[in-house]
């Protein structure tokens, strides 16, 4: 089993910055890939961006271009940086890992962008 614990989340204005971290613990040497979802009230969880072992990436058309997923595989932390922040980016943000046949999400942070 893989344990997931995002942070980085807060409250940023339009057009600003905020880059969230997760940090995976247990069975990390079996994750295939890790991938960032969001979702907002009443709405479908969204997948924001994911990134593979090889390292390929990939992103919902949304967020291409403000969003970038990184990893440092020494720290087992997977990154989300996100510039040009917008208010329809306001969502809690959530790590998922697929791990073999597992899957494991984190808690959830809040991301809220004020106009």
């Known amino acids: 089993q893989v344990q997931l614990m995002e942070s980085g989340g807060g409250l940023v204005q339009a057009g600003g910055s905020l880059r969230l971290s997760c940090v995976a613990s247990?069975?990390?040497?079996?994750?295939?890939?890790m991938r960032w979802y969001r979702q907002v009230p009443a709405r479908q969880r969204e997948l924001v961006a994911d990134?593979?072992?090889?390292?390929?990436?990939n992103y919902a058309d949304s967020v291409k271009g403000r969003f970038t997923i990184s990893r440092d595989s020494a720290k087992n932390t997977v990154y989300l940086q996100m510039n040009d922040l917008k208010p329809e980016d306001t969502a809690v943000y959530y790590c998922?890992?697929?791990?073999?046949?597992?899957?494991?999400w984190g808690q959830g942070t809040q991301v809220t962008v004020s106009s």
């Open positions: 990134i593979y072992n090889g390292g390929s990436t």
């Open positions: 998922y890992a697929l791990a073999g046949p597992e899957s494991s």
């Open positions: 247990g069975s990390v040497g079996r994750i295939v890939t």
